[in-house]
């Protein structure tokens, strides 16, 4: 599969068989994520890795309880209320691994270096034939105080792009994009 095809492609899936990826293959993505360009080559990122079903399916509730409370009728995310009120959404789409993108404390743009790192796992991903899902409902619970410390992220880094990875349960189909918006082009 080459570069374009990956683009045009890749998903954001949202229905998993469950089964976590193997040690190898996470190894395979995280690697690929490191690729990805730097602010002045300082690689701000750290990963953790979450493959553990009961886990993520506490931690789904505990982030939708979290969302909900903080929830403001005028958010974008409103919309979401009643999606995120059901007792069958699972935050996590009920992949079988979530890996958690971080940035160290300080970096110069450690937000901007992760988020191109998610994106080079995330085609990568699907070029293995997995599928992934950026979880944004998730970065809020998770850079809490307790939350990090429950997950083991050190201090100094700043969870920054939260993304399940998995085996696709059916197709996911096409979502059309708008047009580009070029406002300069001389």
């Known amino acids: 599969m080459d570069v374009m095809e990956a683009i045009y492609q890749r998903r954001s899936v949202r229905a998993y068989t469950g089964q976590p990826v193997d040690k190898a293959t996470g190894e395979v993505l995280i690697k690929a994520a490191t690729q990805a360009p730097s602010s002045m ?88 034939g997995l599928g992934t899902c950026p979880i944004g409902f998730a970065r809020p619970w998770l850079n809490l105080a307790k939350s990090k410390r429950e997950v083991a992220i050190p201090t100094g880094y700043k969870v920054v792009f939260p993304v399940v990875v998995g085996y696709p349960k059916g197709e996911t189909a096409a979502v059309s994009r708008k047009e580009p918006k070029i406002v300069v082009w001389r």
């Open 41 to 128: 080559n300082e690689q701000p990122w750290a990963f953790a890795v979450i493959q553990d079903p009961k886990r993520l399916a506490a931690w789904s509730e505990r982030i939708k309880a979290h969302v909900l409370q903080h929830l403001k009728p005028d958010s974008p995310l409103a919309k979401y209320r009643d999606i995120l009120s059901g007792p069958d959404y699972h935050v996590f789409h009920r992949a079988g691994t979530l890996i958690i993108i971080c940035a160290r404390s300080g970096a110069h743009n450690g937000e901007e270096d992760c988020s191109l790192a998610a994106q080079n796992l995330m085609l990568a991903a699907h070029a293995m």
